[in-house]
């Protein structure tokens, strides 16, 4: 079949292959079409310079999207069109005029309907590389080009053909069509590779390459970083279950990662359990149930200590009649967002621990904040699926996998609704206090989109930023209404390509499993209260969602003006000079020494400010280079006038909004998610109106 074009092989599978074109676009001298071919139900088009060209690029598409099958396509006397399958949209590539001969057609593959195992722990495995490849630049999408050299070795396609040292031996030749980075980054598309070192003399060097999948790390180790990044690909493909593994290797990660599933969701409904016992009339509150459990020891240990630390249930959002500006009513009480903001009360707990010099979950970090300590993980459970795009699929048809993740209804942003359960697309909405009081309905970002959220910033929030660094999910257990395909790209998949974070910052990859034993869809009507509890509570309490308040408009625990209380209770305390400067850089507090950073000329100077001059007078926007300029105080009397910033000051002078934007690398990591999102996720962030955080104790 030596010069057949693509739509001869397809032909050969799929006999009576039907082509239409779909678009005509451009100028008369330089046309450009689109065509496109079913097959099996599914549309696969291509694009080219003539209708030629694009039915010969849609069959192409079709061949490496159904057979993994990637050819140089012969079109007759022009020449051989080389399709490019970095895109589903078949862009036309360059021309050569050699065709390596084509394969025998191979069978379709097969479609597993099981769950695709996992290591509970992150697995380090180095593969030792000793083939010889050209040094690329590893990106998270990048795929290595095949060669369409015409030797003697050329019966073979050129994505299958062996080195020369293996032609005399065929069972050494790789059974997969499809080099291992492109089968990781089909199967698995949030896996993110980066360079870790690299060592060894010029004329031999040796890279380090990892790859982060679901929460597990590979290294793979090569003469290049493109021989590297090959080899990490290869041992997670291994280990995961898509390549040469041991069985039994593979079965063993699968159990334990399941065993820890179950555990998990078994401790998070045994503590819901017992929370409602205290209360009557109380079967409707486990329509959606959240908890999150602390770990300690390895996650593959089935005897780790584990204990819930926080708990929370609820379906619904506060009416638009009931919105608070003093920061007294909670304005989301679904399940998981009860359940994070509990988990906050026992963050702050454990920080006032350190003040006291007890023992906690924290340690300090080099930053000079704190950090969690090492063998503690934090596990989320949600006994459903979240709501937005996690929950977007028929649960009837779960076992079929989605041939179309990249579709244009994958991945967006979704909002709820006022006074209703579900989730719509969000598209921009600008929300007004005086609207929303006005009528309008209030809009939320759905929990699939504030888990993801989750993964990027962390748990913690702003306030809680300032004093430690991001807390993240080492896994995620879904009860009924799992789809693992749907999770994953909700869940993080969508916000892997957030990039510029801040140090400390990063796209967390955690564990997501389903558990063994589904229950089955609540079919009840939702209960009208919430219900959240934190370690160290002796009983839950109730929150009525309509008004995001408990009994009698008393305000709740969870409530941001308690949370700001909790903050400025620790600030004196916990408070490092970066903090206090950074409030200081903002004019949020009058009367203290303020350090004028100009980088571009004069560096760091400091300026000593009068407490009776208002500091919205002083001439922070003056020239310094012709301004007359202060002497800086000595460091000494810098450090003491930072200290003298007191919670007492922030208390007077700073708005629950102003204060959470002292958490600056938190928020420059807010703000490169919210570009990405307005880049990529069909919305930007929607958010609640500003008079909300306008607020001071």
Not at 622 to 645: G, I, M, W, Y
């Amino acid at each position: 079949m030596s010069g057949a074009n693509a739509c001869m092989v397809l032909n050969s599978y799929h006999q009576g292959c039907n082509y239409e074109l779909v678009s005509e676009t451009g100028p008369p001298h330089k046309k450009e079409y689109v065509m496109g071919v079913a097959i099996l139900g599914s549309k696969y088009l291509g694009k080219g310079r003539s209708k030629k060209e694009a039915k010969q690029a849609a069959a192409a598409n079709a061949l490496e999207s159904i057979y993994h099958l990637r050819l140089s396509l012969g079109t007759g006397a022009a020449g051989v069109l080389k399709q490019d399958f970095s895109t589903d949209s078949g862009v036309v590539g360059a021309f050569s005029e050699d065709a390596p001969p084509l394969p025998p057609p191979p069978p379709p593959p097969m479609t597993s309907t099981e769950p695709r195992d996992e290591e509970a722990s992150t697995v380090v495995a180095t593969a030792e590389a000793t083939a010889s490849q050209t040094d690329t630049a590893v990106g998270n999408n990048a795929a290595p080009e095949n060669s369409t050299s015409t030797d003697d070795t050329s019966e073979y396609p050129s994505a299958k053909r062996p080195r020369l040292d293996q032609q005399d031996n065929p069972a050494t030749v790789t059974s997969s069509p499809v080099h291992p980075v492109q089968q990781l980054m089909q199967k698995y598309s949030g896996a993110v590779f980066f360079t870790t070192g690299a060592s060894g003399p010029a004329h031999a060097p040796q890279f380090e390459v990892m790859v982060r999948v679901r929460g597990l790390e590979f290294k793979g180790v090569g003469n290049s970083k493109k021989a590297a990044k090959s080899n990490a690909a290869e041992v997670a493909l291994r280990y995961l279950g898509d390549g040469r593994q041991d069985g039994a290797q593979v079965a063993n990660a699968s159990s334990i990662a399941q065993t820890l599933a179950d555990r998990i969701a078994q401790l998070s409904e045994e503590k819901y359990n017992e929370l409602v016992a205290m209360t009557p009339n109380n079967e409707k509150l486990r329509k959606v149930v959240s908890a999150i459990v602390m770990l300690k020891g390895p996650m593959g240990t089935s005897d780790a200590p584990a204990e819930v630390v926080a708990v929370g249930t609820g379906t619904k959002c506060i009416g638009g009649e009931s919105i608070s500006d003093s920061g007294l009513a909670v304005n989301d009480c679904h399940g998981e967002i009860i359940a994070r903001r509990a988990f906050l009360r026992f963050l702050y707990s454990q920080l006032e621990y350190c003040t006291k010099g007890q023992d906690s979950i924290f340690e300090k970090a080099p930053s000079g904040r704190y950090a969690v300590k090492p063998g503690i993980t934090f596990h989320l459970y949600i006994s459903t699926a979240p709501c937005g795009d996690a929950r977007i699929f028929s649960p009837t048809e779960v076992i079929v996998p989605d041939n179309h993740p990249q579709r244009a209804s994958r991945g967006l942003a979704r909002v709820k609704i006022e006074a209703g359960e579900g989730t719509v697309l969000a598209s921009n909405q600008i929300q007004t206090w005086d609207g929303i009081l006005n009528g309008e309905r209030i809009y939320t970002m759905s929990c699939s989109d504030k888990l993801a959220r989750w993964n990027v910033l962390g748990v913690q929030g702003a306030l809680l930023s300032v004093f430690v660094e991001p807390v993240y999910f080492k896994s995620l257990v879904v009860g009924s209404l799992y789809h693992e395909q749907h999770t994953l790209r909700a869940v993080y998949e969508r916000v892997t390509g957030v990039s510029g974070l801040p140090e400390g910052y990063a796209v967390n990859l955690p564990l997501i499993r389903g558990v063994s034993n589904q229950n089955a869809r609540e079919t009840t009507k939702s209960a009208h209260a919430s219900l959240n509890w934190t370690w160290g509570s002796r009983e839950p309490e109730y929150i009525k969602c309509k008004t995001g308040k408990c009994e009698e408009m008393v305000p709740s625990q969870l409530c941001k003006q308690v949370l700001m209380e909790r903050f400025l209770a620790l600030w004196d305390k916990l408070a490092g000079e970066a903090a206090r400067e950074e409030v200081l850089r903002q004019r949020l507090v009058p009367g203290f020494t303020v350090l004028v950073h100009q980088a571009a000329q004069l560096g760091a100077k400091t300026m000593e400010m009068d407490a009776t001059v208002p500091v919205d007078t002083l001439p922070f926007s003056q020239d310094f280079t012709s301004a007359e300029k202060v002497a800086p105080p000595p460091p000494v009397e810098v450090k003491a006038n930072l200290q003298k910033l007191t919670a007492l000051e922030l208390r007077k002078y700073c708005t629950y909004g102003q204060l959470k934007t002292v958490a600056f690398h938190y928020q420059e990591a807010k703000r490169k998610l919210f570009d990405h999102y307005k880049a990529n996720c069909g919305s930007g962030w929607i958010q609640k109106p500003s008079e909300m955080n306008n607020f001071r104790l």
